[in-house]
C-alpha cells in the first residue's frame, strides 16, 4: 500500500522526545508494512519519496492512504481500511475521543458510522460530539481529493483503538511528553525509554529531588536543593537553585528565577504569557 504524509499545522513543538511527530508517523506506517511513502516535506529518516502532493498523486493509484502528522499516533491505518471494505465504503476517516473537541477537527457521523458533518474548531457551547478526525484516510476513488473530507457521500468515519494525542497547544505538549516518558506509546523508537520515565540532556547537581517523570533538554541549567516532579524542562532553559516545580513546562531560553515554587496539582507553565523569555 501507498500513504502520502502531509506534513500537518506548524506549531511552537517541533521537536518531542528525540524526534518530530512528522518522522514518528513516518516510522509508525513502516512498521505496519506500508514500504511506499511520499511526503511534501523531508523527515530525515529512509525510506520516504521527497514531492509535493501533486507530483505524487499519479504514482498512488486508486486506493491508497492518507496521513497528517501533527500528532502522536500508534492508531492503524490498515484497520481503517479494513472497516471501509466491510461496509462498502469508497472512503474512511479515522477518528479518536477527545476531552476537548473544540480543539480539533469534529467529526458528526450517522447510526451507521458515515460522515454528516465535519467542523474545525467548532465552539465549546456548540460541541455535538466528542469525536475528531485523527489524522488517517483510506480511499479507493481515483478522483478523491482529500482536501475534502466530505467530497464523497460514502465517506465512513471509524472510531480506531489506539494512542492519539496532538501535541499542539502547551497543555498537549505536556501531557504527551509524560505518555511517552510513562512508556504509554510503545513502540518509541527514537529514544531509550528507561523504566524509570526520567531522560535527562544536560548536567544537573547531585542534590536535586526527582519525582514522577522528567525531560530535560539540552544546554539546560538545574541549580542545587530543586525538587523537580513530572516536569518538562526544554533546550536552553534555566531553574534558580531551591525551586520546586510540579507538572510544569518550561519553554525553551526560559529563566526560572530562584526559589519560584510552583506546585499546582495540574499543569502549570511557569514564565510570561507565551511562556518564553523577552
Known amino acids: 500500500m501507498r500513504c502520502f504524509v502531509f506534513p500537518g499545522k506548524r506549531n511552537d513543538f517541533p521537536d518531542i522526545c528525540g524526534t518530530t511527530p512528522l518522522r514518528d508517523i513516518v516510522f509508525h506506517l513502516q512498521s505496519l508494512g506500508i514500504s511506499e511513502i511520499f511526503c511534501s516535506e523531508d523527515p530525515g529518516c529512509g525510506g520516504v519519496s521527497v514531492m509535493s502532493y501533486q507530483s505524487a498523486r499519479p504514482h498512488l493509484g486508486s486506493e491508497w492512504f492518507a496521513a497528517w502528522a501533527g500528532c502522536i499516533t500508534r492508531q492503524s491505518p490498515i484497520a481503517l481500511r479494513e472497516s471501509a471494505l466491510t461496509s462498502a465504503a469508497r472512503c474512511a476517516i479515522s477518528l479518536s475521543c477527545s476531552a476537548k473537541p473544540w480543539e480539533h477537527l469534529s467529526v458528526l457521523t450517522d447510526g451507521m458510522g458515515f460522515v ?27 478522483a478523491y481529493d482529500p482536501v475534502d473530507l466530505l467530497q464523497l457521500a460514502t465517506t465512513k468515519a471509524v472510531l480506531l483503538p489506539g494512542y492519539w494525542r496532538c501535541p499542539d497547544s502547551r497543555e498537549n505538549y505536556l501531557l504527551t511528553v509524560h505518555d511517552i516518558l510513562r512508556r504509554e506509546v510503545t513502540p518509541w523508537p527514537h529514544l531509550q525509554i528507561p523504566e524509570h520515565g526520567v531522560v535527562v540532556n544536560s548536567q544537573l547537581p547531585a542534590d536535586i529531588e526527582v519525582y514522577g517523570t522528567l525531560w530535560i533538554g539540552r544546554n539546560c541549567r538545574v541549580g542545587e536543593g530543586c525538587i523537580l516532579e513530572n516536569c518538562v524542562i526544554l533546550d536552553g532553559s534555566a531553574v534558580g537553585g531551591k525551586s520546586s516545580l510540579r507538572n510544569c513546562l518550561v519553554m525553551p531560553g526560559m529563566r526560572i528565577p530562584g526559589g519560584t515554587v510552583q506546585n499546582n496539582k495540574y ?10 523569555e523577552h
Open 116 to 142: 454528516e458533518k465535519i467542523e474545525n474548531n467548532p465552539p465549546p457551547e456548540n460541541a455535538e460530539t466528542n469525536l475528531c478526525f485523527s489524522g488517517f484516510l483510506w480511499t479507493n476513488c481515483e
Open 267 to 276: 499543569l502549570s507553565f511557569p514564565g510570561d504569557e507565551d511562556g518564553r
